[in-house]
């Protein structure tokens, strides 16, 4: 069954995070971007957070937008509503 575009975009911080075992207080550190706003990202409730906001998580991780992007989860996805 295909992700919605926010939740493939939340699993693939995760799994980026999870990696570099950065919590989401050092996330929210590494991109300049307020915890709340993290949080309310990684929780769901920002359901489109924004091109900005994505490149400033990949950058925290250490990664271009395309880099953050180049993954097969994002093949297929559903549209969110």
Not at 4 to 19: N, Q
Request: aromatic share 6%; with cysteine; glycine share 6%.
């Amino acid at each position: 069954m295909p992700m919605k575009v926010s939740e493939a975009t939340i699993a693939r911080i995760r799994e980026l995070s999870k990696a570099q075992r950065l919590s989401m207080y050092e996330l929210s550190y590494r991109t300049g971007m307020p915890p709340s706003t993290v949080k309310s990202i990684m929780n769901g409730k920002s359901k489109n957070p924004g091109i900005v906001n994505i490149k400033k998580i990949a950058e925290g991780l250490g990664l271009t937008i395309r880099e953050f992007y180049d993954c097969e989860m994002f093949d297929n996805l559903e549209q969110d509503e």
